[in-house]
């Protein structure tokens, strides 16, 4: 979405010679920070990364989600032993 700045933005943007410009909604007391599009573009290249996860990050996901949700809890342990896989 582009909305287009009033013009005492305007002269902010023009004084601040390319740097990020703080802004405050006086309703909300909520801040914002305003910078150039191809700073926020850089930026967000370097947070975000849209490849496929390799097959290492996605195991690396599934340990981190199976600790939070306790399969390392010795209590589990009980399940491990129903396991046919581990049966000889």
Do not use: C, F
Request: zero cysteines.
């Amino acid at each position: 979405m582009i909305i287009a700045i009033p013009k005492e933005l305007q002269q902010a943007v023009r004084e601040s010679q390319g740097q990020p410009i703080h802004l405050a909604d006086p309703e909300t007391k909520a801040e914002y920070v305003m910078l150039p599009a191809e700073v926020y573009d850089r930026l967000s290249n370097l947070i975000y990364d849209d490849n496929p996860l390799t097959d290492q990050e996605k195991q690396a996901l599934l340990i981190k989600a199976g600790l939070r949700a306790g399969w390392n809890d010795p209590e589990m342990d009980v399940y491990d032993e129903l396991d046919p896989r581990g049966q000889k």
